[in-house]
């Protein structure tokens, strides 16, 4: 079984950053294709980012390109999504999401396993 657990969400103003964590109990990160997601108040569950199994593919929804980081910490168990540039349309409980596969695509759907979530709040 695999658990994931979320930390590093918090009240930021807008224009700051924050590092959001999730640490994988149970299995190897390398097995786990990982992504992260978000839901705002009314709103559906969204694709963020993901980070395929080996590591090699990221992918980024358009709303955080270039503003988000995804990475694996093997040594740490720990997938970290770095945010930068924070917006207030950022702000939303942000999930964390694995699925045993090598790769998995942007769709919530797709993925088996996930964590609490960490709210993250961006005040402008």
């Known amino acids: 079984q695999v658990r994931l657990v979320e930390s590093g969400g918090g009240l930021v103003q807008a224009g700051g950053s924050l590092r959001l964590s999730c640490e994988v109990s149970g299995r190897s990160l390398s097995d786990y294709t990982m992504a992260w997601f978000r839901q705002a108040p009314g709103k559906e569950r969204e694709f963020v980012a993901s980070?395929?199994?080996?590591?090699?593919?990221?992918t980024y929804a358009d709303p955080v390109k270039g503003r988000a980081t995804i990475s694996k910490d093997e040594a740490k168990s720990a997938m970290n999504l770095q945010m930068n540039s924070l917006k207030p349309e950022d702000t939303a409980v942000y999930y964390c999401?694995?699925?045993?596969?090598?790769?998995?695509?942007?769709?919530?759907?797709?993925?088996?396993?996930w964590g609490q979530g960490t709210q993250v709040t961006v005040s402008s």
């Open positions: 980070i395929s199994a080996s590591g090699m593919s990221l």
């Open positions: 999401a694995a699925d045993y596969a090598t790769f998995r695509g942007r769709s919530r759907h797709e993925y088996v396993y």
